[in-house]
T-cell receptor
Framework: QKEVEQNSGPLSVPEGAIASLNCTYS??????FFWYRQYSGKSPELIMF????GDKEDGRFTAQLNKASQYVSLLIRDSQPSDSATYLC???????????FGTGTSLTVIP | DTGVSQNPRHKITKRGQNVTFRCDPI?????LYWYRQTLGQGPEFLTY????????KSRLLSDRFSAERPKGSFSTLEIQRTEQGDSAMYLC????????????FGNGTRLTVT
């Protein structure tokens, strides 16, 4: 079982809609959770991180964490064509100071 | 803060040749990570340093790969006797360390082995 699982997509939403991206993780020792955006041919860019159960909002982005269900999500409100990218979920496990990445979800926002 | 810098951006080499990549982390970051990413996959951990000490190395990493971080500043990743399967994007990232301080990635080095 992989440490981090994401649906590869592709996920398509119309411009202005809410895009919902989901991620599950297997290690209950996971302590911190990250969302990265990656445009084709580019390196990952940090969007948000969350440590505690609940929601964390930053502009159009909301990260949600449920440690009991081992589930992290990212909501993108008012989606824009420029949001079209692959979104990577990552978890940090203190033992070994390791970050584990999912395979990413491809998002396309249709104008 | 000038960000994480990687050189070269692209490298094309013939099978069997050695290649070396360089990474300059964000100056105040004491942790430096190397990842490899192939198309359609997430970044795969290779190795990481805390200051100059290499603390972890992936079991998937063959002995053709070696990394150094002299003086705890920049780092180099060398691949000896390259194979076509080594073709990938090599990503360097740095962080402050501590409880899940985020990774900040460089632009990557894209390696093509012909």
């Amino acid at each position: 079982q992989k440490e981090v699982e994401q649906n590869s997509g592709p996920l398509s939403v119309p411009e202005g809609a809410i895009a919902s991206l989901n991620c599950t993780y297997s290690d209950r020792g996971s302590q911190s959770f990250f969302w990265y955006r990656q445009y084709s041919g580019k390196s990952p860019e940090l969007i948000m991180f969350i440590y505690s159960n609940g929601d964390k909002e930053d502009g159009r982005f909301t990260a949600q964490l449920n440690k009991a269900s081992q589930y992290v999500s990212l909501l993108i409100r008012d989606s824009q064509p420029s949001d079209s990218a692959t979104y990577l979920c990552a978890v940090y496990i203190n033992t070994g100071n390791q970050f584990y990445f999912g395979t990413g979800t491809s998002l396309t926002v249709i104008p | 803060d000038t960000g994480v810098s990687q050189n070269p951006r692209h490298k094309i080499t013939k099978r069997g040749q050695n290649v070396t990549f360089r990474c300059d982390p964000i100056s105040e970051h004491n942790r430096l990570y190397w990842y490899r990413q192939t198309l359609g996959q997430g970044p795969e951990f290779l190795t990481y340093f805390q200051n100059e000490a290499q603390l972890e190395k992936s079991r998937l990493l063959s002995d053709r790969f070696s990394a150094e971080r002299p003086k705890g500043s920049f780092s180099t990743l060398e691949i000896q006797r390259t194979e076509q399967g080594d073709s990938a994007m090599y990503l360097c990232a740095s962080s402050l360390g501590g409880l899940g301080s985020p990774l900040h990635f460089g632009n990557g080095t894209r390696l093509t082995v012909t």
